[in-house]
């Protein structure tokens, strides 16, 4: 592709105003260059995410979908669009453009840029919210599981992931995300909660009630840690004494 001199100086100038967020400036010197220019996958991904700031969702599609068309090979315009199909509630496209990401050059998908893989993250957990929405638990639940392989450290998809797994009687498995969230973010009081739930469930009054009580070293004022821990007070106090 070879470009006039007065058009490079016009995606220069776009591309500027475009990185200093100057989106109103770099849309006019951008829509020239697109006037001298049609096959520049960068520009149309530009505009596809100034499109997209302005919440002109179809507009933004248009543009992702046509830098694909000019560079197949654009992993960030892919992920644009991916994003753009969520927004606009085509789940089964933006599915197909993530997976296609996740098995390009990059291959693995830890191989995969940090900031990258935590938009994907995010992608699958609000296409796991959306199959959820729907009464699609199961659905629900792979999609937070591969949001939790691609971001293991992200502590609130491993307890959204938890609870998804309880509602289905699997509180092994929850007991698994809620202990991992805690290694991601030994703090994350919500892992702290959930994790004393699942193990009074799963039998083990001593151990939820050792949650909640770090639930309150952490958080003093958390009414839901005190409730269940006067639960647990008021149980004792009922049970007949041992002879």
Known sequence: M???????????????????REFDRAEQMLRLVLEEEDRCADVHDMLGIIAHS???????????????????????????????YNDRGKYDKAREIYTRIKKGPADAAFGLDPFVRGKIANMHADLGK??????????????????????????????????????????????????????AKPAYVPARVQLGVTLLALGDAVAAEEQWKQVIKVEPDNSQAKMYLRMLDRNRSDKPPTV
């Not at 248009?62 to 654009?74: D, G, K, M, T, V």
């Not at 729907?134 to 609870?163: M, N, Q, S, W």
Request: glycine share 4%; aromatic share 8%; with cysteine.
């Open 2 to 20: 070879t470009m006039n001199e007065r058009v490079k100086q016009l995606l220069v100038l776009g591309r500027e105003h475009y990185e200093k």
């Open 54 to 84: 302005h919440g002109d969702f179809r507009v933004a599609e248009s543009h992702f979908e046509r830098a694909l068309e000019i560079n197949p090979a654009y992993t960030e315009a892919a992920l644009n669009l991916a994003v753009t």
């Open 130 to 183: 959306a199959y959820h929405d729907a009464g699609l638990i199961h659905e629900a639940i792979a999609e937070y599981e591969r949001a939790t392989l691609l971001c293991p450290e992200f502590a609130d998809l491993h307890v959204r992931l938890g609870v998804l797994l309880r509602e289905v009687n699997d509180l092994s498995n929850a007991r698994v995300h809620y202990e991992a969230a805690l290694k």
